[in-house]
């Protein structure tokens, strides 16, 4: 992953240290890999409100790559994810801000999914590093300001079209609507077969072949009942590569999300190329 979040120990600057100290005392860890296992941390910080604690830690979050689902800064909260890389699932983070007098609490929690690990030390310390970026007073004030526009610098997700198909629809069963936030502006680099190409109105469209799950020799556990499928509005000057194409063929194609229908079952590329 970018920037291997949970593994990788941050130096923190000066400043921060109290902070830090404060949010390593305030961790904790609870759950299990069976049932999923969660991280708490937290810091105090002096002149924050909470709108500028999450305008803060969007900037923080965005910078390190994560999906950033929803920044909600006034009311104090917001929602960001650790990218989906291969098989690796994504898994949720929750961040709240309040405020006592004029003081700011900040408070952290991640929620792994059943059947993933991270050790205690690597999630302190990401999480931590996160949280000692705060700043009260003004310069606070400016680095919310310059969060609430950053731009997350994510990788693209390179997966095949049948993984991607079953996390959607899996992801659809828990909640839809948070499909399309999670993977707005995200890249991807799906490699598959095809199912077949077509023409709408001036756009070349390159549908993915994904068989449905009783179709399919080997089935995940807790898989959906239904498949997603995953097709591709190919890019200008993807033309002669497109019209080339027959049902069955091998193809890799870079894109960007476009939309996401839970009604359709349809999951939409743009600006889609050929990768070789």
Not at 254 to 260: H, I, N, P, Q, W
Request: proline fraction near 4%; include cysteine; aromatic fraction near 6%.
């Amino acid at each position: 992953m970018r920037g291997a979040y949970w593994m990788m120990g941050v130096a923190l600057c000066f400043p921060a240290a109290a902070q830090a100290a404060g949010c390593e005392e305030s961790f904790t860890k609870a759950g299990s890999f069976i049932s999923g296992m969660k991280f708490r941390a937290s810091v105090t910080v002096a002149d924050l409100t909470p709108a500028s604690a999450i305008g803060q830690m969007r900037g923080v979050a965005a910078g390190k790559g994560y999906d950033i689902l929803v920044a909600e800064a006034e009311d104090g909260s917001m929602l960001i994810e650790q990218p989906q890389t291969g098989k690796a699932r994504a898994f949720p983070i929750t961040i709240t801000a309040t405020t006592s007098g004029k003081t700011g609490l900040v408070e952290m929690e991640a929620k792994l999914r059943a059947g993933q690990t991270v050790s205690s030390d690597a999630a302190k310390t990401e999480m931590c590093a996160m949280l000692g970026q705060i700043k009260g007073g003004k310069a606070g004030l400016a680095a919310a300001s310059a969060g609430m526009k950053a731009v997350s610098d994510s990788a693209p997700l390179a997966i095949s079209a049948l993984s991607l198909s079953q996390q959607v629809s899996k992801d659809t069963e828990r909640n839809a609507a948070a499909i399309p936030l999670r993977y707005q502006g995200k890249t991807f680099i799906i490699d598959g077969m095809v199912e077949f190409a077509t023409k709408d109105g001036g756009d070349f469209i390159v549908t993915y072949k994904i068989p449905h799950p009783h179709q399919q020799v080997l089935r995940l556990p807790g898989q959906a009942a239904f498949k997603t499928d995953i097709a591709c509005v190919m890019a200008k000057g993807q033309a002669a590569f497109t019209l080339q194409l027959k049902p069955g063929k091998s193809i890799k194609l870079s894109g960007v999300f476009d939309r996401f229908s839970a009604t359709d079952h349809l999951l939409l590329l743009k600006d889609c190329r050929s990768v070789r």
